[in-house]
């Protein structure tokens, strides 16, 4: 038990244990981040691994010298991309029968048409917007799936999310990441840019809501 909880633990914070992973994997580092970064927006079941703080680290080893800050960025974004088209085609060719096989007690038919008519009119904001906001960006290509968004349109704001979100963190973390007072508060900073990007949602969310209310007087 002690074994599986220290290994769920270095898992969830990898980002604070990236130096020994690097003088002991090496190269295969790369595969390792990958994977993560794979795992955590490509699978519903493992929103919890890190993504910003993990992306923000590993620019700030970068500057130092220990990866490749293009093939860093290349593999963390090809990552993304193909984690969230997973997951998309996840929730198109298996959300249906979840929800008739067990998951109708919180996937209901109502609520799936919802999800589609609002991906129709905010999906490319919902899918770009969602990859800095944690958990969120999990659920949201698997949402998408379910509600058959356009593939052409997904994958567009798909890859554009991906070089926004990699590239903003990676390149944060390799020009900013090793400043002392960034590095000694690195949890508020990633706080900070995380309580930053959840607010154009919530004024989405707040609009969409307004809208419906409306239609309904």
Do not use: C
Request: no cysteine; glycine share 10%; charged share 15%.
């Amino acid at each position: 038990m002690d074994f599986l909880k220290d290994s769920i633990e270095f898992v969830i914070h990898i980002d604070k244990h990236l130096g020994a992973i690097i003088q002991t994997w090496g190269n295969w580092s790369y595969l390792l981040l990958f994977i993560i970064i794979f795992a955590e927006t490509g699978l519903v079941i493992t929103p919890f691994l890190p993504g910003d703080s993990l992306i923000f680290a590993v620019g700030a080893f970068a500057a130092s010298g220990a990866f490749n800050i293009v093939w860093l960025f290349l593999i963390l974004f090809s990552a993304a991309v193909i984690g969230d088209s997973i997951n998309y085609a996840i929730g198109k060719f298996f959300g249906e029968k979840l929800v008739r096989h067990g998951g109708r007690h919180f996937l209901k038919k109502e609520h799936i048409e919802k999800t589609h008519m609002f991906y129709q009119k905010y999906g490319g904001k919902t899918i770009i917007l969602a990859r800095f906001v944690p958990i969120v960006r999990t659920f949201a290509p698997f949402v998408a799936g379910i509600g058959r968004m356009d593939y052409f349109r997904f994958f567009i704001y798909n890859v554009v999310g991906a070089l926004l979100w990699v590239g903003l963190f990676v390149l944060g973390g390799y020009y900013f990441g090793n400043i002392p007072v960034i590095k000694d508060n690195f949890f508020i900073v990633i706080t900070a840019v995380i309580v930053f990007s959840i607010v154009p949602v919530i004024v989405e969310f707040l609009k969409h809501s307004k809208i419906n209310k409306s239609r309904m007087l």
